[in-house]
Nanobody, 119 residues
Framework: QVQLVESGGGLVQAGGSLRLSCAASGSIFSINAISWYRQAPGKQRELVARITNDDTTVYVDSVKGRFTISRDNAKNTVYLQMNSLKPEDTAVYYC?????????????WGQGTQVTVSS
């Protein structure tokens, strides 16, 4: 099992910055990738960014150049640095861990953290 706890959300004005944290615990040794997703009211959950074990990163086009995903292995934490925030970035942000074991492939989700960007 893997437990994920997000933090760092809040209310910020357009153009501002926030840093989200995703702290992982449990069977973290077999995590292959950690992703940030977001879900705005009335919309589907979408992938925002992903970082793999070899530090390969992926971003959705709408956040490229503004968001940066990184990780601190010593703290078992993945960060999402969000700069130049826009009102359309308003959503609940979720952290997801993808884990592969001998018994299968598993996804684990955090509880989410609200990000609200005012215009």
């Amino acid at each position: 099992q893997v437990q994920l706890v997000e933090s760092g959300g809040g209310l910020v004005q357009a153009g501002g910055s926030l840093r989200l944290s995703c702290a992982a615990s449990g069977s973290i040794f077999s995590i292959n990738a950690i992703s940030w997703y977001r879900q705005a009211p009335g919309k589907q959950r979408e992938l925002v960014a992903r970082i793999t074990n070899d530090d390969t990163t992926v971003y959705v086009d709408s956040v490229k150049g503004r968001f940066t995903i990184s990780r601190d292995n010593a703290k078992n934490t993945v960060y999402l640095q969000m700069n130049s925030l826009k009102p359309e970035d308003t959503a609940v942000y979720y952290c997801k861990a993808f884990r592969v074991t001998m018994t299968g492939r598993y996804d684990y989700w955090g509880q989410g953290t609200q990000v609200t960007v005012s215009s």
